[in-house]
C-alpha cells in the first residue's frame, strides 16, 4: 500500500483522503481539529456508497487510514502530500516549511489551493522544484478535474509523478503552464457568480431560479461538451467561425456587470441567505450530498457508455486495471482451464436497485450479460472479431434469484462452460458476494454470422479456445440447477432446459 500525507482534513481534504484510500493507498492525515476524524469519516461514508458505482471492475483494497499528532509524523515516507490548510499565503508557506523539514525530497507536495500561484507557495521555500498546486473540485472522490500548475522551477520528475498518480487515481490532470490566479476554472466559476449575485441583487431572478436556468439548460449541455465545443455546434454547419461572426456583436451589447460586484451589504447576504434557506432548507447537508453523488454516478457513468468527457477518463482507469488482473486475461493466459473462470468483480452502483433498496432484476441479467461479454472476450470474440462479421447471440437465459444484494456490495460472477464447439456455446454462471451465493444464470448461446444473421461456424481458433474449456470443465460435477425451468420444484428434478 502506497502511503499518501493529508494536511488539512476540512471538506477537500477529506475528499483527497478518499480519493487516495479508496483506490488502495493508504493514507495519514494531519489536522488539529479534534473533530477531523468525525468529518473524515463522513466523507467516507459518501465516498464509500458513490465511488465504487462508477466502475464495472471493483476498486483495489481500500488502504488504511491513520491521523498523527505531527506534520513531520504524516508525511514520513509518504510519496504523496496533499496540503489543504485554509486559503492564508502565511499558513500555506509556514506548513510547506514543516512538510520539507520532515518528508522525501522526491515526494510530491501538492497544494489544493483555488486561489493562489505555485510561484507564490514555492517562494522561500527549501526545495520550490516540489509544490506544485493540484487544485481538485468538489466532491474529490468522484470529479475528475485537477488543475495542476508548475513554474519554471517545478522538477520534471516531480510534474510526470504526479500525472501518472492522479491519472493512475482515475482524476484528469489539466496541466496549466501558465500561472494566473485563481487558476482557470474558479475565474469562469467567478465570473458567473458575479453576474448571478446582481441577478438576485436586482431582484430579476431568485436563487432558485437561477439555479434552475443552469441545471435544466446550458449546465447538461457543459457537463458532456464544455463552452466552446457547445458553441461550435450552435454555429451550424459553418462551426465556430460562423458563431463568433454572429454573435459576436452581441459581446459589446450591456448585458452583463462582470466587472461589478454589488457590495456584500447584511441585506444583501440575508437576502441570498433566507432565498437559499427556502430552495434547499429542507434538505440536510448529507441529503443534497448524497443527491449530488447519485446524480454525478449516474451522468459520468451515462458518459462512460459514450467514451465521452469525463466518462473516457472512467473507462481509461478500468482499461489500467484490467491489465494484470484475470479480468483482462486471454485464454493462452489461463493455466487452468478447468476452474470456472472470473468475468466479473464489481461493486454495485446506487442506480442497479430498485424500490426495495437491492438489486433489481434487469441488473442480474445485467451482471451476467457482461460474464457473457467477458468470456466470449476471453476466447477471443472480441470487438475486432466481431468487426470482421462473426459473433454469438443468445438463444436462451435462465436466472435464479437465490438473495438480495445492495449498492455498493463487490459481487464476483464465475463462469463455466457446460457445453462448447462448433456454433455452440452453453455458460453456466455464478454470482457470489463473499461466500454467498446470489444468483446463478444459465445462457445457451449460438454463433451467428452478421452478414445472413443465420448460425454459422466460428473461426477456427475461437473454437478451439471454447472447447478448451469444455472439455476440461466437463468433469466438474453438474451445477446444482443447470437446465431448470421456471417453477420447476426446488429440490426436485432439472427438467428441461437448453443443451447443448
Known sequence: MTPAAIIGGGVIGGGWAARFLLNGWDVRVFDPDPDAKRKIDAVLENARRALPGLLDVALPEEGGLSFHDTIAEAVTGAVWIQESVPERLEIKQQTFAAIQAACDPAAVIGSST???????????SL???????????????????????????????ILEQSLATLRGLGMYPLHLKKEIDAHVADRLLEAVWREALWLVKDGIATTAEIDDAIRYGFGLRWAQMGLFETY?????????????????PALAWPWTKLTDVPEFTEELVDLIAGQSDAQSGHYSIRDLERLRDGNLVAMMRALKGQGWGAGDVLAAQERAMREGHALGQRAADV?????????????????????NGHMNEAKYLQAFGDATDRFMELIGCDA????????????????RHLDEVHAGTVIEVHTRVLGGGGKKMHLWHEMHAGARLLATGEHFLLHVSLDTRRPSQPAPEIDAALRR?????????????????????RDGPAGGGAVA
Open 335 to 355: 493455466t487452468d482451464p478447468a476452474a470456472p473462470v472470473l468475468t466479473v468483480r464489481r461493486a454495485v452502483p446506487l442506480d442497479w436497485t430498485d424500490y
Open 469 to 489: 474449456f469444455a472439455d476440461a470443465q466437463a468433469q466438474l460435477p453438474r451445477p446444482a440447477g443447470a437446465g431448470r425451468f421456471v417453477g420447476a420444484p
Open 114 to 124: 483555488s486561489g493562489f500561484r505555485p510561484s507564490d507557495l514555492q517562494q522561500s
Open 232 to 248: 461550435r455546434i450552435a454555429g451550424g454547419e459553418a462551426g465556430m467561425k460562423h458563431f463568433m461572426a454572429q454573435f459576436g
Open 127 to 157: 526545495r520550490p522544484e516540489q509544490i506544485i498546486v493540484c487544485h481538485p473540485f468538489n466532491p474529490v472522490y468522484l470529479l475528475p478535474l485537477v488543475e495542476v500548475v508548475t513554474t519554471a522551477l517545478t522538477a520534471p520528475e
Open 384 to 399: 475486432e472479431y466481431i468487426a470482421s462479421g462473426g459473433s454469438y447471440f443468445t438463444a436462451e437465459t435462465h436466472i
